[in-house]
């Protein structure tokens, strides 16, 4: 299974970013999909996850602000990002698991990460 993420990038505070996550070698909604990220010098951090069924969780940081979603035509995931902030700056990454946690240890796979810069 390989993911690969697009759409990071820099944007003002305030402003809005989707990132994407295609999935190859596997359907999408066969897996735990979430989205983590890290900044330098702090621990990769869980953002949101959808279940194979399409249940969705969020981290507290970003509840209300972000949203996750599938389209399984296109199997891609997706992070909508809105209300950016300087603290939302790190490196984004999507990963496929097969268990609904937000542990980010129980994720097998990984994309290669998108850099999102969020500027005053």
């Known amino acids: 299974v390989q993911l690969v993420e697009t759409g990071g990038g820099l944007v003002q505070a305030g402003g809005s970013r989707r990132l994407s996550c295609v999935v190859s070698?596997?359907?999408?909604?066969?897996?735990?999909m979430g989205w983590f990220r890290q900044a330098p010098g702090k621990e990769r951090e869980f953002l949101a996850l959808?279940?194979?069924?399409?249940?969705?969780i969020y981290a507290d940081s970003v509840k209300g602000r972000f949203t996750i979603s599938r389209d399984d035509a296109k199997n891609t995931v997706y992070l909508q990002m809105k209300m950016l902030k300087l603290e939302d700056t790190a490196v984004y990454y999507c990963?496929?698991?097969?268990?609904?946690?937000?542990?980010?240890?129980?994720?097998?796979?990984w994309g290669q990460g998108t850099q999102v810069t969020v500027s005053s």
């Open positions: 990963a496929a698991g097969s268990r609904f946690t937000s542990a980010a240890t129980d994720y097998k796979n």
């Open positions: 070698g596997g359907t999408v909604s066969g897996f735990v």
């Open positions: 959808i279940s194979t069924l399409g249940n969705m």
